[in-house]
Every structure is written in structure tokens, then in C-alpha cells.
């Protein structure tokens, strides 16, 4: 995919921008104001050129050069890459209120009627009622409360389906069970019901993934937008259509009461909306209503969709990745396990606040492994200036927490290293308010679904953990698996992985 696009910005403009480079003046000081340090870019395409196929680490090996407030060009954006904890808390804390918007994108445009839904709305009421909207109605702590069957009931075939895979003596594709497991839960928890036993769901799913995830040339160099040179306007096109009809359906299914009501302890989100659809959504605010339409539902639903599979299944992956690589570490969680649970039953939720050592492991794999490394990128609502630095309104703004979790100078010499015992003593949690791990972003866009996504990756990794012992396929020896990373709307494993389960419950 990189080198589909990087071929394209190589014939179409390299040569006219390496001439005018050449004749270009070269100081970070502009209007006499002083701009963040970076590398220069080529006219016309900034420095895309230079971003390659995992741009985090390339912006890491950057900021380290440039420092902790760097600045590039993508195309025609004027970018920010903030790379150091104190730099990140003036961005998300200080000023919060500058950096509080998104940019407007080709993906928000088709997948969510430009910004109608939560993730990649812009700031200002809409946002702040939809938001509202759905941490009341989805997100509050009384309602992950009330989803905690569904989990219960998912997580118990998840261990009956690698139980069986024990019998038959078969290898686990972890990352695709972890991947259908989220998918069920969260399609229970948003739409009542599993999605693809009805629709053809989850290939658009996939496809809203990476489309929203990719660099799409059109979002930086909008006079080529016309000629979608990379085919997704096209492929945006067909997926939104898709998405759009399906919900619309199930809309209708809700209206004309043909919607196949389950007997349920809760109420899934989608059906919560299409109960409120055509009434006000901020009842109590008398500036600015809004009136909740079927667009605003279908771009709600997309986005929590897009928020929520990847997030979490990716996040549950690279820790029991990083556990199969450390065995030392997977004995003493065990062992934590065996403390608190015993080996005769399965884990309960009311056991996770008691296991203190696998919050050391979820937060030392987040550290290492943040499922968002540059957040979602933030949009500066107004010229600001930060650390002596000229940031001109609309510029894009990339926290690279990727980075900041491997700064040598915040987590000592190994910071590299998969060690969760760092945590021990330590007060660092990764809520938002210690802005050297902050997997979850921080401040008014911080993720609302932190909740949600936390008890369910301790659940399941718990639950994997307690109940079955694992170990590579094929002789493979810990520091032989393959940790590459592919880059996306999250950052997922580029390979499988797969492990051989042994049950080690009693009884
Ligand atoms: C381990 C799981 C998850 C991780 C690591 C994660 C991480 C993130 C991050 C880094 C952001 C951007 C924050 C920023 O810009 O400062 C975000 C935003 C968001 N997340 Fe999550 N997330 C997870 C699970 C979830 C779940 C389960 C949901 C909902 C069901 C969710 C819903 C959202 C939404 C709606 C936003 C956009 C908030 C806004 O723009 O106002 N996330 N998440």
C-alpha cells in the first residue's frame, strides 16, 4: 500500500519538487516568529515522502534528532509531532482546549456524513452532545456494569472453543479468535445481537479499518482528491453505502417492530438511539438542539465500531504476545491467579481489582504496544504559541505515544525491554493524568470507552491465562517470535499468533 502511493507522489512530483527545493530558503523562522525544529520538506509534498510504511518509528528516529516539538509538512498540512511527556501534557492538558478538534478527512466525510458520530467529529457542541449522549446511554461505569453477562457469556465459549482445540491437539490462531471474540461482544453490546449471523458485517468492518486508518493522499494534497489517485474515494464510497444500508434496515426492523427482541439484562446502544430518533439529543440545552436523525445514529455506530474491535483485540494480542515471550512473567501472573482464584473455577470479574500484578503486565504491553500510536490526530482551533515555538491555527497535531513509551529518559535503559515489575511501587497509571503512558490519550478527547475496553482485556487475558498453559507452535523458542508491527487506525501484530494450549484447571 505505501509503495503503491509512495510510486505515485515519485512520478507525479518529485522531480518539480526536488528543482524548487533546491532554490527554497532554509530557517525555521518565519514572519520572525520561530517555528518547531524538523526536517525539511520537499515543495508541494512536505515531507510525506519521508513518513514509510510505520510512520511512528520514523517520527521516533525524527523527534530524536529534532526534538520533542517537531515539525513537518504532510502535503499542504502543517504537522506537530509531540514526543516527550512534558510536551504531550502542554498539548493535551495545558491547552487542551486549542488542540480539542479533529481534521476534517476524506473518511469522515463518506463513513460518518462529515463528522455526524463521536471519534472524528469537530469540536464544539455537536461533539459535546454526542459525546454526552453516549457515555450516558453506553459508556457510564452503571452500564458496563449492566453488559458484564455478555462478557461472562463470550469469554466462557472462547475457553470452550480453545478447550476443544486442546482435545484435537491443534494450534491457536490467538489473533483471530481474539478478533471474533471483541467482535461478538462489542455487536451484543452495540446492536443486540451478532451482526453476522444476519449481514455480511464484518468484511466492511475490515475495509472501514483500513480506510480510515491509511494515509490518503487527498487529506494532504486535496487538488489531487478529483483524480483519487489511490482508489479510495472509491472504496470509501462502497463501504459507507454498505454500512449505511445495513443500519438503515435494522432501523426500519426497530419502526416496524420486526426486530428480533432477545430476552436481554440490557439494552444494546443502537436500540437506545432508534428509541430517541427524532427527538432532541441535548433536551436541556437551549442554545443549540439537535435533533438525533438516522445519519447521526449510522455515524455514531460506525464510529464506536471503528473505536472498539480493533482497539481491544489488538491491545489483548501484543500482551499475551509479550507474555509468551517472557514465560518468567507468565508463571508469576499465574501464580498471581492462583492466589486470588484458585485452579478450581474460572476467573469472575469481581476478581480483577485483586489482581495488581496483571495491571503491571496491561500496563507495561500498553506502554510497548499502544494499539493508537500518534492518539487520533488533533486538529489547533487557534495560533498558539507553545515553549517558545509559533503553532499556526489548523495544524495537525500527532501525539506519538509510541515514543514517549520508549523514551530512554522516562523509563531508564530498558526501556525496551517487556519488564512489568517497573510498575511495582510506582504511582503511573495510564488514565490520562501521567503523560508517560497515555495509551488511552488524555483530556477532553481522551478515549470514553477506557472502561470498557480495560475489564474486558483482563477478563480475557485472566481468564486465557488461568486456564490454560501456552507455548509456541513447533519447538519455536520465546525470542524467536516475530513482533513486527503493521501500521493501520490501530497498530496491529503484521503476523498471527499462534500458540499450542494446555488446561490446567482442576476438575
Ligand atoms: C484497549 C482498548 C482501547 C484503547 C487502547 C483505546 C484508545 C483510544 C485512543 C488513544 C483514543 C484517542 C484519544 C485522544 O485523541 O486523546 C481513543 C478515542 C476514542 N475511543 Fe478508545 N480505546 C479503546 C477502547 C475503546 C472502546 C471499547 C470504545 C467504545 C466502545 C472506545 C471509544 C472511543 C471513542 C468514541 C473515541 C473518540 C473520543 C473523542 O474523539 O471524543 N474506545 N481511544
Not at 478478533?179 to 475490515?206: A, H, N
Not at 488511552?440 to 470507552?449: A, N, V
Not at 483482563?458 to 513482533?483: K, S
Amino acid at each position: 500500500m505505501y509503495y503503491s502511493t509512495l510510486a505515485i507522489l515519485l512520478v507525479l512530483l518529485v522531480p518539480l519538487c526536488s528543482f524548487i527545493y533546491f532554490f527554497r530558503p532554509r530557517n525555521h523562522h518565519k514572519n520572525g516568529r520561530k517555528h518547531p525544529p524538523g526536517p525539511a520538506p520537499l515543495p508541494i509534498i512536505g515531507n510525506l515522502h519521508m513518513l514509510g510504511n510505520l510512520p511512528h518509528q520514523t517520527l521516533h528516529h525524527l523527534g530524536k534528532k529534532y526534538g520533542p516539538i517537531m515539525s513537518i509538512k504532510l502535503g499542504y498540512v502543517p504537522t506537530i509531532v509531540v514526543s516527550s511527556p512534558e510536551a504531550a501534557e502542554q498539548f493535551l492538558k495545558v491547552h487542551d482546549l486549542v488542540f480539542a478538534s479533529r481534521p476534517n478527512l476524506q473518511s469522515t466525510e463518506y463513513l460518518t456524513y462529515s463528522g455526524k458520530g463521536l471519534a472524528f467529529a469537530h469540536y464544539g457542541s455537536y461533539w459535546r452532545t454526542a459525546r454526552k449522549l453516549s457515555t450516558l446511554h453506553f459508556l457510564s461505569a452503571s452500564k458496563i456494569e449492566c453488559f458484564a453477562p455478555v462478557r461472562k457469556e463470550e469469554v466462557v465459549s472462547l475457553v470452550e472453543s480453545v478447550r476443544k482445540a486442546v482435545t484435537a491437539g491443534e494450534t491457536v490462531d490467538l489473533s483471530r479468535k481474539l478478533g471474533k471474540v471483541i467482535e461478538v461482544m462489542m455487536c451484543k453490546l452495540l446492536f443486540g445481537q451478532s451482526m453476522d449471523d444476519k449481514f455480511q458485517f464484518k468484511p466492511l468492518v475490515d475495509e472501514t479499518m483500513l480506510l480510515a486508518g491509511v494515509f490518503n493522499l487527498s487529506d494532504y494534497l486535496p487538488f489531487l482528491a478529483p483524480l483519487d489517485l489511490q482508489g479510495y474515494r472509491r472504496r470509501l464510497k462502497r463501504t459507507s453505502n454498505g454500512l449505511h444500508a445495513i443500519f438503515d434496515k435494522m432501523v426500519d426492523e426497530h419502526q416496524q417492530g420486526t426486530y428480533a427482541k432477545e430476552q436481554k439484562p440490557y439494552t444494546d446502544f443502537f436500540h437506545v438511539l432508534v428509541s430517541l430518533l427524532d427527538t432532541p439529543m441535548n433536551p436541556n440545552d437551549e442554545e443549540q438542539q439537535y435533533i438525533i436523525g438516522r445519519e447521526n445514529i449510522k455515524a455514531i455506530m460506525v464510529d464506536m465500531v471503528a473505536a472498539s474491535f480493533d482497539t481491544t483485540a489488538t491491545a489483548i494480542e501484543w500482551t499475551l504476545a509479550e507474555l509468551l515471550r517472557h514465560p518468567s512473567v507468565m508463571v508469576a501472573l499465574q501464580q498471581e491467579l492462583e492466589r486470588i482464584v484458585g485452579r478450581h473455577r474460572m476467573v469472575e470479574e469481581s476478581d480483577l481489582p485483586k489482581l495488581a500484578y496483571l495491571d503491571m503486565v496491561i500496563k507495561e504491553s500498553l506502554r510497548l504496544h499502544p494499539v493508537a500510536p500518534l492518539l487520533i490526530p488533533r486538529e489547533s482551533t487557534e495560533d498558539i504559541t507553545i515553549d517558545g515555538y509559533f503553532i499556526p491555527k489548523k495544524s495537525r497535531i500527532l501525539v506519538n505515544v509510541w515514543s514517549i513509551g520508549r523514551d530512554h529518559k522516562v523509563w531508564s535503559n530498558n526501556a525496551e525491554e517487556f519488564f512489568p515489575e517497573r510498575f511495582k511501587d510506582s504511582n503511573i497509571d495510564l488514565r490520562g493524568h501521567d503523560f508517560q503512558l497515555i495509551p488511552f490519550g488524555s483530556g477532553r478527547r481522551g478515549c470514553p470507552g477506557m472502561q470498557l475496553g480495560l475489564t474486558t482485556m483482563r477478563l480475557i487475558i485472566a481468564q486465557l491465562v488461568h486456564c490454560f498453559d501456552w507455548e509456541l507452535p513447533d519447538g519455536m523458542l520465546p525470542n524467536e517470535l516475530d513482533m513486527t508491527e503493521k501500521f493501520g487506525l490501530s497498530l496491529p501484530r503484521a503476523n498471527h499468533l499462534l500458540a499450542n494450549p494446555t488446561y490446567r484447571l482442576v476438575g
